[in-house]
């Protein structure tokens, strides 16, 4: 088989969903490629589109959640997205790729990609089975309208929400968000830490909140710094943040407190070694959190999907959630000195998040 595989850059959670189910892909030797489906409309509206999204949602999140909640209440209209109706500017485009290049099967990580497919199929015939893989502990709007041969809800609990949106169950399919297999690894925190080469006598904070910026991102270390004991650090996801990065060491010192990790391909081997993670409730993130298996406090969340992901976790016991930084890093020293809470944590988040289901996402798709 040969699988075209659909995202968009609003935030790099929906990119590593895509990369999770290319390695499973790949480990079984099917053919696959990723691309934008934005592509289609030309790379000024691709990387425009991009830059806006990931702008609004850094610098006026408030404003992203109303966007959000007023596309939801339209959703329930019946009225058509206005992503829907762009089709007409890439139908023809995207149909001519899967033809050209034989896609077998078409499976999207955005809702982007589900209307496109949906777009397509209406504008063209194309018969060609695509999918939709849910990101997020929850229904987006206009998702009933994407008509997708197959849904990947990522809880049996939004499978049903799926349905109670007029989706047939007989499509529904509740794999879990698929998180690459490195986060279900079995390694222990002292063979983590012996490849970070990260001190074995301290308890560790793991600190990732996404692109907020410097300012807002040092206020929180300035909590953890005021508030941890001698017996701890935290190391700070920075990503490709060279400024900063730069503030942290010149605030907090090279191997200080706080110390400032750049952009690494080894997030899973840090949650291993990490006591608690205090984190954005991306759905990806989370659920890369609840696979690695590490104690796990939410903060700073944009309205919208991610309020939808705290109430998620919080019901099943699968983190603490924070309304100011001061408490999330009063959490986090709860839950890294407190071993029964911890384990608690621990064993919610096993009984409840499936590690496989980039797996059986694509048992799925290609028949097994």
């Known amino acids: 088989m040969k699988i075209l595989l659909l995202s968009c850059n609003t935030g790099e959670g929906h990119n590593s969903a895509a990369r999770a189910i290319a390695e499973e892909l790949g480990r079984r030797g099917i053919e696959n490629e ?7 409309l030309g790379e000024w509206v691709e990387k425009t589109t991009s830059n806006a999204y990931n702008s609004l949602i850094k610098h006026t999140p408030k404003a992203f959640g109303v966007m959000y909640k007023t596309a939801d209440i339209i959703s329930e209209t019946k009225v058509s997205s206005p992503v829907y109706y762009l089709r007409a500017g890439y139908a023809k485009k995207l149909h001519d ?10 499976i999207s ?4 990609g589900m209307d496109a497919m949906a777009g397509m199929r209406k504008s063209t015939g194309l018969q060609v089975p695509f999918y939709g893989v849910m990101t997020d502990y929850t229904v987006y709007p206009f998702t009933a309208e994407s008509k997708q041969d197959g849904y990947f809800a990522s809880h049996p609990e939004l499978g049903k929400a799926l349905a109670e949106k007029g989706i047939d169950p007989a499509i529904i399919h509740p794999t879990g ?11 222990s925190q002292s063979e983590a830490r012996d490849v970070l080469d990260l001190p074995q006598d301290k308890k560790m904070l793991l600190v990732m909140t996404g692109g907020v910026g410097c300012e807002p991102m040092l206020k929180l270390c300035d909590k953890v710094v005021a508030s941890a004991s001698d017996g701890m650090f935290a190391c700070v996801m920075v990503g490709k943040n060279e400024d900063l990065r730069q503030k942290i060491v010149d605030r907090y010192g090279e191997n200080g407190v706080v110390r400032a990790i750049p952009f690494t391909t080894e997030v899973n081997v840090y949650m291993k070694a990490a006591d608690v993670l205090i984190t954005k409730p991306g759905g990806l993130s989370s659920t890369e959190a609840a696979v690695a ?7 700073r969340e944009i309205p919208g999907c991610e309020t939808d992901n705290v109430k998620f976790f919080k019901a099943h016991g699968l983190s603490l959630s924070a309304e100011s930084d001061e408490q999330a890093v009063e959490y986090a020293l709860k839950l890294a000195n407190d071993s029964e809470a911890a ?4 064993k919610a988040q096993k009984n409840t998040i499936n590690p496989f289901a980039a797996r059986d996402i694509v048992d799925i798709v290609c028949g097994k």
């Open 97 to 106: 790729y899967i033809v050209d290049n034989r896609f077998d099967a078409v």
């Open 293 to 299: 298996n590490v104690p796990l406090v939410h903060v």
């Open 177 to 187: 968000i698929p998180v690459r297999a490195a986060f279900a690894e079995t390694m």
């Open 343 to 346: 384990a608690a944590m621990r």
């Open 34 to 40: 990723k691309i934008d489906p934005l592509h289609f």
């Open 109 to 112: 990580v955005h809702l982007f």
